[in-house]
């Protein structure tokens, strides 16, 4: 049986929870940007991997005045250790000889002609020691994590030459409705489409790839075809209106023709109250979108969010609090997702936010959710970033 009109909490947990994680492959550092980590990134060396110069200047032993006996460059290494009273020049980043007991920085010292260096090394030495940043074995990247630049610097850093990570899920979009328009302005009682053209970006920018998408007419035949197919080659389909019991909605049907099941029917919340979450014994799964373009986006957040996440193996992240900044009716919902701007720690909702409206979303950061009825100036909420 499916979860009919769960809470908007309980429904973004049974979409984390209703997928496998995808397989596991390794790719090159260049091409990890914005893939999850599959396992566990450990450090292959101690980082730093020796004991290295902080600054340019003079590696020295013991105090000065100090001899210098030659210079050692980035990428080289000194061969003898150093004897009390002597030192050699040094460039930043470089393994510093043994015996050495700090750097004095060039703008500290000053050296004569005979080739003595004299001036006073800082508290604490100017170099790093071997391994104060990781030791070797050390997680650097917990498994879960998506691979940022700075983790796929700190993967290279430590030795790495390749990451393994979950593939990005593969989606195909379906818009259904013989009531929109794919270009023009509306007319003749025809709507422009807005949402097949917005959706591509959302997508992109929830990590996965939309392969494919395609305008389905408004009969049971034509969507049940459409959507059996979409399904054979997607790890999740997306489809737009028809969620309603409306004359013309045939989803639910179609979701029965092919097979499959309601995992989720509607969600306690406002807007996109009608959203749906199916799947197939395959393990496929369709995230089905209300018309209204606003609505869809939320429910696009409620249950296409999640379910990625499941997908990469990522943990459904806790929301974090913030205040409200206005007034916010709950419009009788149990939760109301509100677009707001964000400023600090308090949310401002935007005008223009009705269900079938992108006005206010256009400029919005992400959404205050109100789920304690009416939601008074500095009262709390919870705060989900548009991606």
């Known amino acids: 049986m499916p979860h009919a009109e769960p809470s908007w909490h309980e429904a973004r947990r049974i979409a984390h929870a209703c997928v496998d994680q995808l397989p596991t492959e390794h790719v090159c550092l260049r091409v990890a940007h914005g893939l999850t980590a599959a396992e566990?990134?450990?450090?292959?060396?101690?980082?730093?991997?020796?004991?290295?110069?902080?600054?340019?200047?003079?590696?020295?032993?013991?105090?000065?005045?100090?001899?210098?006996?030659?210079?050692?460059?980035?990428?080289?290494?000194?061969?003898?250790?150093?004897?009390?009273?002597?030192?050699?020049?040094?460039?930043?980043?470089t393994s510093l000889p043994r015996g050495c007991d700090g750097v004095l920085r060039s703008e500290d010292g000053l050296l004569d002609g005979s080739g003595v260096v004299r001036g006073r090394v800082r508290a604490g030495g100017d170099f790093r020691r071997k391994g104060e940043?990781?030791?070797?074995?050390?997680?650097?990247?917990?498994?879960?994590?998506?691979?940022?630049?700075?983790?796929?610097?700190?993967?290279?850093?430590?030795?790495?030459?390749?990451?393994?990570?979950?593939?990005?899920?593969?989606?195909?979009?379906?818009?259904?409705?013989?009531?929109?328009?794919?270009?023009?302005?509306?007319?003749?009682?025809?709507?422009?489409?807005?949402?097949g053209p917005q959706l591509p970006g959302w997508l992109s920018r929830l990590g996965v790839d939309l392969v494919e998408t395609v305008h389905v007419e408004d009969t049971l035949p034509a969507q049940s075809t459409a959507l059996s197919s979409a399904a054979e080659a997607a790890d999740?389909?997306?489809?737009?209106?028809?969620?309603?019991?409306?004359?013309?909605?045939?989803?639910?049907?179609?979701?029965?023709?092919?097979?499959?099941?309601?995992?989720?029917?509607?969600?306690?919340?406002?807007?996109?109250?009608?959203?749906?979450?199916a799947g197939w014994d395959s393990g496929r799964r369709l995230v089905a979108l209300p018309g209204n373009p606003l609505a869809a986006i939320v429910a696009l957040m409620t249950l296409g969010q999640p379910l990625v996440a499941g997908l990469q193996g990522r943990p459904l992240e806790?929301?974090?609090?913030?205040?409200?900044?206005?007034?916010?009716?709950?419009?009788?919902?149990?939760?109301?997702?509100?677009?707001?701007?964000?400023?600090?720690?308090?949310?401002?909702?935007?005008?223009?936010?009705?269900?079938?409206?992108?006005?206010?979303?256009?400029?919005?950061?992400?959404?205050?959710?109100?789920?304690?009825?009416?939601?008074?100036?500095?009262?709390?909420?919870?705060?989900?970033?548009?991606?």
């Open 236 to 277: 999740f389909v997306v489809t737009t209106g028809g969620t309603a019991a409306g004359p013309a909605d045939h989803l639910r049907a179609a979701i029965a023709a092919t097979g499959g099941s309601l995992i989720v029917d509607q969600v306690a919340c406002r807007p996109g109250h009608p959203m749906l979450l």
């Open 318 to 387: 806790p929301l974090p609090g913030l205040r409200l900044g206005a007034f916010v009716s709950s419009q009788g919902a149990k939760t109301r997702l509100v677009p707001s701007r964000r400023t600090g720690d308090r949310a401002f909702p935007m005008e223009h936010i009705g269900s079938g409206m992108l006005r206010g979303l256009a400029d919005a950061d992400g959404f205050a959710v109100v789920t304690s009825g009416e939601g008074e100036p500095g009262s709390s909420a919870e705060w989900l970033e548009l991606p």
């Open 133 to 195: 940043e990781a030791r070797a074995g050390e997680i650097l990247i917990p498994a879960g994590r998506v691979m940022t630049p700075a983790r796929i610097g700190l993967a290279a850093a430590s030795g790495h030459d390749t990451v393994a990570v979950r593939r990005r899920p593969i989606v195909r979009l379906l818009v259904l409705g013989d009531e929109i328009l794919a270009e023009g302005p509306a007319r003749d009682g025809r709507v422009r489409d807005s949402l």
């Open 40 to 93: 566990e990134v450990r450090a292959l060396t101690p980082l730093p991997p020796t004991d290295i110069s902080a600054m340019d200047g003079w590696a020295v032993a013991g105090d000065g005045p100090w001899v210098v006996i030659g210079q050692v460059l980035a990428g080289a290494v000194w061969a003898t250790p150093l004897a009390v009273g002597q030192a050699v020049q040094i460039a930043t980043g």
